[in-house]
Structure formats: structure tokens, C-alpha cells
């Protein structure tokens, strides 16, 4: 089955801890991406990369980090300098086309305590 | 960049028909999408508007008008289990990357 996959559904931090969010695509997508969502707002746009070993900030960039060694993979870290980090993160990917529609992962619920 | 604005809440009854509205002002307009989200889980597409008129996908239709900045959802027959959040995300401003709305808590009662 073709799909995104993210792991894991629910994560528990300290505050003052790095974490790595895991994503992972096989549907030979070659552009993938990293939302947050906060209640009552809608998807910010933390990260995109368009292709391997190349990535771009999005709008809320700060305070989180990413990397793109395999097309498949796409994680996201969330440091100790992101001072909100307690969210809903949604993985997307997306084929480069005349629609360029994006499939969103099952997302991870992080949780700084 | 983008303004996205869409209605926060709309209460609708099962078997009925829901309208639910999002209106953007972007420069470069190229394309317009609405994903359907239930509570704690992704987004799911539903429809892309790149050209004006109407969609139709079995219960759900999706508009554009590109002159007004318009686009609506139109969900028919509805069920207890389209209650859900409903985001409307517009592409233009030169990005090939959607920028989402706040998105419309659709809330369908029995």
C-alpha cells in the first residue's frame, strides 16, 4: 500500500529537549513538507523540499530543523530554541504536476510538558 | 501573500445540504483546494478549482469564481460522519505551496 507514514502518534517531551519526528513516503513523491497545527488556526508551513539533499524554510521555520538524505524521508526536529513546540505536526508529500495536490501522513501529536 | 477567510463554525442536519464558503485575495492565482479533516487525523483532498464553475464528485461539488476571489463546498445528503473540519487552501502569489484557511467546523446533528 502506498502511503505517508509518521511516527509516533503521540509524544511526550521535557521542556529543553531536542525531538525528531519521523516521516516517510513511498509514493516516489519528490516534493514532501512539514505543517503545525494549533487549535483554531490553520496549517503553518514549517518546512518544504522540493528534492533530495535540498530544503527551504517555510513561515514558521524558527526553532526547528529538517533534513532530506533519501527522497523517502523527511524528519523533523523540534529543538530546545522552538518556544511553543507543544502541537499537531502534519507530514504531506506531493508529486510535482499541474496540481501538485498534497496526501498528508496521520500527523504526530508532540506534547512538551 | 494570501487572506483566506472561511467560516469558523456551521451546524447543518443529516440529510440536508451545507454550503460552506472561502473567499482569497492572492495575486497569481493557481489553483484552489479543499481538504476535508476529521478531529486528530489528516487532512484528506477533495477537489482542486483551477478554472470557474463547478465540480461535482458525487455528494460534494466544489465552485470557483476567479473574478470575485470566491470559491464554495457544497455538501449534499449529508451524514452524521461529515462532521468534520473543512480547509480551504489557495495557491498564487508566485508558490507552487497552498496556503491553508483557519477552516469551518462543520457540525451535523441528527
Known amino acids: 500500500d502506498g502511503g505517508i507514514t509518521q511516527s509516533p502518534k503521540y509524544l511526550f517531551r521535557k521542556e529543553g529537549q531536542n525531538v525528531t519526528l519521523s516521516c516517510e513516503q513511498n509514493?516516489?513523491?519528490?516534493?514532501m513538507y512539514w505543517y503545525r497545527q494549533d487549535p483554531g488556526q490553520g496549517l503553518r508551513l514549517i518546512y518544504y523540499s522540493q528534492i533530495v539533499n535540498d530544503f527551504q524554510k517555510g513561515d514558521i521555520a524558527e526553532g526547528y530543523s529538517v533534513s532530506r538524505e533519501k527522497k523517502e524521508s523527511f524528519p523533523l526536529t523540534v529543538t530546545s530554541a522552538q518556544k511553543n513546540p507543544t502541537a499537531f505536526y502534519l507530514c504531506a508529500s506531493s508529486e510535482r504536476g499541474s496540481t501538485d495536490t498534497q496526501y498528508f501522513g496521520p500527523g504526530t501529536r508532540l506534547t512538551v510538558l | 501573500g494570501q487572506n483566506i477567510d472561511q467560516p469558523t463554525e456551521m451546524t447543518a442536519t443529516e440529510g440536508a445540504i451545507v454550503q460552506i464558503n472561502c473567499t482569497y485575495q492572492?495575486?497569481?492565482?493557481?489553483?484552489l483546494f479543499w481538504y476535508q479533516q476529521h478531529a486528530g487525523e489528516a487532512p484528506t483532498f477533495l477537489s482542486y478549482?483551477?478554472?470557474?464553475g463547478l465540480e461535482e464528485k458525487g455528494r460534494f461539488s466544489s465552485f470557483l469564481s476567479r473574478s470575485k476571489g470566491y470559491s464554495y463546498l457544497l455538501l449534499k445528503e449529508l451524514q452524521m460522519k461529515d462532521s468534520a473540519s473543512y480547509l480551504c487552501a489557495v495557491r498564487g502569489g508566485g508558490s507552487y505551496i497552498p496556503t491553508f484557511g483557519r477552516g469551518t467546523s462543520l457540525i451535523v446533528h441528527p
Open positions: 478549482n483551477v478554472l470557474d
Open positions: 509514493l516516489n513523491h519528490d516534493a
Open positions: 492572492t495575486s497569481g492565482f493557481n489553483g
